[in-house]
Every structure is written in C-alpha cells, then in structure tokens.
C-alpha cells in the first residue's frame, strides 16, 4: 500500500483536492471571499503540481541535477509528492476553515502564491534556462497574481491587523520548512548539508 501510494502520490493528491472542490460546490453554500480565494488555490495547485511534476515536468530534476548534482531515484521523486500534497492541503484548509477569523492564514496562502511566482522566474536565471520558462512557469504566475490580488483584498476591506501581515508570512515559512526538511530526511540531507551544497555551488 505505501509502496503504491508513493508511486501515485500526485493522482492521489489530484483525487482528493478535487473531490473536495467538488464537495464544496456542491454542498456549501455563501461562502465568503476567502473561501473563495482558498479553493481557487486549490485548483490552481493542482494545475501547478501537474506542470511541475509531470507536463513537461522536470522542476525536481534541475535541483537534483544542477543544485544538488546527484540522482534521485524515480521512486523517492514519486514518493516526494506526498510530502508536498500534505504542505499544499494544510496550507490551503486552514485558511478556508479559519481565514476569516484569523486573516493571518490567508496571509500565509498568499505569501505561498507569492514566493511560487518569484522562484520560478528566479529559477530561469540560477538554473541558466536556454528558454524562459521552468517547469510550472505558468501557473506559478497565475499564483503570483491571486496571492497579490489575496493581499489587495484583505488590505482594502480592512481584514487584518499588523500582526496579520506581519506573521503571516512567517507561518508560510515554518510550514514551508517543515516540508523541506522532510524532503531532504527522503534522500540523506540534512539543512546544514543542504547549506554547505548552495555555497559550494553559488558561492563565489
């Protein structure tokens, strides 16, 4: 069963988010701007995994082969999904079910969307792209769009107090490196190892 789960991780993933999306439309009613916000996320999320991962796929192999320049296995690549799909889901839940009451999350969702857009542009120019495109470009800037759009809307309305933006992207960080930390626990690393790769293989 486990071996089976990470082998589909991303099909799994992809079942589960959009039978939720499904259930919402279905059974619930009004829901206000941020729900919104957060299951529109949730598509776009799986959009996003699906052109990372799989059409045209390859984000994972340029940090393996260009940052870390060393293989990992199709399984471990498969099986990192899970990891990613369990970070995805609390950061897109928490905010439908608490967002309202506590903007903070929201805040978080969006900081996510941002940093999504940013590094894949980034991306174009540490990992010396031919053509400017990484895979998952494209719906990463979609991401970047709704999480600025996220930010202009709990602005505007007056839906969050300092510490809601100011916070808030830190929540998106310690979530964030959570699930790095497991992801470099699937192939041996350890952050300091990861630290000492970077500066090897940027530093000048």
Known sequence: ?????????????TVIAMLLITLVAMFMDNLTVIQQFAVWVSFLCILHEWEEGRFPGGFLDLISGYVLQMD?????????????AVFIFTITLVPFFFGDRIPMFAV????????????HVVGIKIFQREKPYTPGLVTAEIELVTGISLIIYLAVNHLGAWYDYTFGPFVFI????C??????GMIGLRYKDMFAIMKKRFGR
């Open 1 to 13: 069963m486990w071996k089976f789960m990470k082998h589909y991780a991303l099909e799994i993933y």
């Open 72 to 84: 990992i296995d199709k399984e471990t690549k498969l099986g990192s999904r899970l990891i990613t």
């Open 108 to 119: 978080a969702m969006a900081s996510f969307c941002i940093f999504e857009g940013i590094i």
């Open 174 to 177: 310690a979530c964030f490196a």
């Open 179 to 184: 699930m790095q930390r497991s992801l470099m």
